[in-house]
């Protein structure tokens, strides 16, 4: 999981469920004008703020048919979903086979990809298991607590360091027990699951789970989805590219990495992204050794992805990771950052380049997470754990000979197009 280069700010479920307008066709944030008629009957949040007074008036004629349908009965969820089919309101749609519907039928998606609800309830996890300070209530205390202007790197001693390739190790084996699942019809909840049953078997914590309010043990981000993406009951197409984002915390450590693969036969120009992504990475992790500048690994992988056709998120970063999930040092990914510091032994952080097909600019979903490239083309992502050593660099979170992926030659036809419009 991605550190974001502003200030993440905790959100509760009350916040998200009103945060966009229910007006017809409005995207606008929700103001505080909630309409009087679903207050009184009592109806869910999100059908019943908006933006404005006009907003209101101009989306009555379809919002009180809501009103009609809770008057007569009190039906489950899905059946009160499925009744908008055969009601003037356009606010949901739900597949009358699968149940699924879109949460957000507002929201100007920028490619084809949808939210694709419900979302399966939280998973449990047994009591033994050792959990992290915002397991309860989403809130990472012991993150905020550093102060943004005492932000000293931690290097770690042996003792950690050794607690560190355990859970690196750990969280390994978990990302290849995921990958190992990618087919198409799979959907992305069922690999949340996988991730959450292996974590437990490891005796650790998924750390996603609950961070900052996240939904999920761990992120799936498909093909336009930049990064944080939410599992959900949508299945997978042949062709579709996806990135597992695992993060295990294990004996008080995190350990963080992540991969893109490909599912059924990939396009060439989505082979193009992804290789492109972990040969970003892969170059990188070479220039990390003491004394390299936190600046330095943008310097490598922009170069490389612009010379592919490629552009390189500038949203999100490399992070600090041991005892907290996200800390000091920031690590960009772009040429000419201002990343502050050095690397010395004992440091450990993730490089972790986002690569997309077409502009680096990223839009974010209604939920608060979903990242995805605001011209809807594909974006890859490959993430490592790196420990500086004495005279270079160890990976962590190294592929081991059996691990799923890997790389494959990317078309010479492709390279001669992207050539040729240079």
């Not at 309860?136 to 943004?148: C, H, L, N, Q």
């Not at 992804?274 to 600046?295: H, Q, W, Y």
């Not at 979903?365 to 890859?380: E, F, M, N, R, Y």
């Amino acid at each position: 999981m991605s550190a974001t280069t502003t200030t993440i700010t905790t959100t509760t479920t009350a916040d998200l469920t009103r945060k966009y307008c229910a007006g017809v066709a409005c995207a606008n944030p929700a103001g505080s004008l909630q309409c009087p008629t679903c207050l009184k009957l009592g109806l869910g949040t999100a059908r019943s703020f908006f933006c404005s007074q006009d907003c209101f008036k101009k989306s009555w004629s379809d919002h009180k048919a809501l009103h009609k349908s809770a008057t007569s009965r009190k039906p489950s969820l899905l059946q009160a979903l499925k009744d908008t089919l055969s009601s003037p309101s356009p606010l949901l749609r739900v597949d009358p086979e699968s149940g699924t519907y879109d949460p957000y039928p507002s929201f100007s998606y920028t490619g084809p990809l949808r939210a694709t609800y419900p979302l399966s309830p939280t998973r449990k996890l047994p009591d033994h298991i050792q959990r992290p300070d915002y397991h309860a209530d989403g809130i990472p205390r012991s993150e905020y607590a550093v102060s943004a202007s005492l932000r000293k790197i931690a290097i770690l001693n042996e003792e950690e360091i050794e607690a560190m390739r355990t859970v690196c190790r750990l969280a390994r084996e978990v990302l290849d027990i995921a990958a190992a699942a990618v087919r198409p019809g799979i959907t992305t909840d069922e690999i949340d699951e996988i991730v959450h049953k292996a974590c437990i078997e490891r005796n650790s914590y998924p750390s996603p789970l609950n961070y900052s309010n996240f939904p999920k043990s761990v992120c799936t981000s498909v093909n336009e989805i930049i990064c944080h993406g939410i599992p959900d009951a949508r299945p997978l197409q042949d062709g579709d590219i996806i990135n597992i984002d695992v993060t295990l915390y294990h004996n008080g450590f995190h350990g963080d990495l992540n991969e893109t693969y490909y599912v059924g036969t990939p396009s060439p120009s989505a082979i193009r992204v992804v290789e492109t992504s972990r040969d970003c990475l892969n170059a990188a992790i070479a220039s990390v050794k003491p004394g390299m500048p936190f600046r330095e690994p943008g310097n490598v992988i922009e170069p490389l992805a612009k010379s592919r056709g490629c552009s390189v998120v500038r949203t999100y970063c490399g992070h600090g990771i041991n005892q907290l999930f996200h800390c000091a040092p920031n690590v960009p990914h772009y040429s000419k950052n201002k990343a502050v510091g050095v690397a010395k032994k004992g440091m450990v952080f993730t490089i972790e380049p986002m690569v997309n097909l077409g502009t680096w600019r990223d839009k974010t979903w209604p939920d608060d997470w979903t990242s995805a490239t605001v011209d809807g083309k594909l974006s890859a992502q490959f993430e490592h754990t790196l420990l500086v050593t004495d005279d270079g660099v160890e990976v962590l979170t190294a592929r081991k000979a059996d691990s799923p992926g890997g790389p494959i030659p990317i078309p010479e036809e492709e390279l001669k197009a992207v050539a040729g419009k240079k």
